[in-house]
């Protein structure tokens, strides 16, 4: 056990005499001998190219078969290429820092990263609420769906997500960013992200972590009471369904999104509610993995599994 952890302490302080002569900062990410980093790479090109490949390939289903061209296949196909994106704000740079010896990233590309990574995240949460009304609208007012979620409609709340999402975090971004930083300037992550970000100001700033925290529950919770209320009428509408095949029918058209709700919102909350509280290192890095890569890579899996339309779509379009 020794002889594993000498040459880490090593890889460690040598990356700790490198940052006295940066002007950005160091991410750890993964530390490992340089076999193992080899072997993460390969590995998350692995996941990246899949990744695109699933996402990529519902795009071009909704687009290349009519029959998925109604809002619920839109929307579905703007949310794979919003994932397309938000993976790709973070995996090419974890590539790259794989097989870097110094793992520098500069001060406008890491703060570039914070900034497109939590706006692509805050465009997720509001995409996923947006899918839970369509699905309220479809299952409860069944026959007022196709006046109400017209394309027009459906178009606007697309852009609205995105205007929405890039609009929430801009503000404490550009504040953080002007804030003076200490030390080492090491940051034990994969990603540039606030709570070890504010770890290394030089000074605490009591109300720039408190506003941060506002914003992000704010974030967190509005979209996701919509799409608790969205369910909650849904669920009372499909009891009401006298058979047991429409309610199946009814249940299977929403279970994809609520796997997709749960796996995003599940380990989203558990580190974004408190940035600065004290998560283990590790854990962090796991859980935010999981939500940033994990995630955007099942999507796709779980939304062809339980749709037999796009299942079908996928398999024509595939050549299957």
């Not at 109604?70 to 794979?80: K, R």
């Not at 609208?137 to 178009?155: E, F, K, N, S």
């Not at 529950?217 to 095949?245: N, W």
């Amino acid at each position: 056990m020794g002889s594993f952890i000498a040459p880490r302490y090593m890889k460690i302080s040598n990356t700790l005499n490198i940052s006295s002569t940066i002007t950005g900062f160091i991410l750890l990410g993964f530390p490992c001998p340089r076999e193992g980093q080899i072997l993460l790479f390969l590995l998350f090109t692995l996941l990246y190219l899949l990744t695109l490949t699933g996402n990529g390939s519902i795009i071009c289903a909704v687009r290349w078969d009519q029959r998925l061209h109604t809002p619920m296949y839109i929307l579905l196909a703007n949310f794979s290429f919003l994932e397309i994106c938000y993976v790709t704000s973070t995996v090419p740079n974890m590539l790259a820092n794989f097989l870097s010896d110094t793992k520098v990233i500069s001060f406008s590309g890491c703060f570039l990263q914070f900034y497109f990574f939590f706006s692509l995240g805050s465009t997720e949460c509001f995409f996923l609420a947006i899918m839970a009304f369509d699905r309220y609208l479809a299952i409860c007012r069944p026959l007022h769906y196709p006046t109400i979620m017209t394309r027009r409609l459906c178009t606007n709340l697309v852009v609205t997500c995105w205007i929405l999402g890039f609009l929430w975090f801009p503000v404490p971004i550009i504040v953080i960013s002007q804030m003076s930083f200490c030390g080492s300037r090491i940051i034990d992550h994969f990603l540039c992200d606030p709570g070890p970000l504010l770890a290394l100001t030089c000074a605490r700033a009591p109300i720039m972590e408190f506003f941060w925290m506002i914003l992000s529950s704010l974030l967190l919770f509005i979209p996701f009471l919509c799409i608790i209320v969205s369910y909650t009428l849904v669920l009372r509408a499909v009891l009401r369904v006298p058979s047991a095949a429409g309610r199946r029918k009814a249940f299977s058209t929403c279970g994809s999104h609520l796997a997709v709700v749960s796996l995003f919102y599940g380990s989203v909350m558990v580190m974004y509610l408190s940035p600065t509280s004290e998560h283990e290192s590790r854990m962090l890095k796991l859980v935010t993995l999981f939500y940033s890569v994990g995630t955007p890579l099942i999507n796709p899996v779980i939304y062809s599994l339980r749709n037999k339309d796009m299942k079908y779509a996928l398999q024509k379009f595939l050549g299957i």
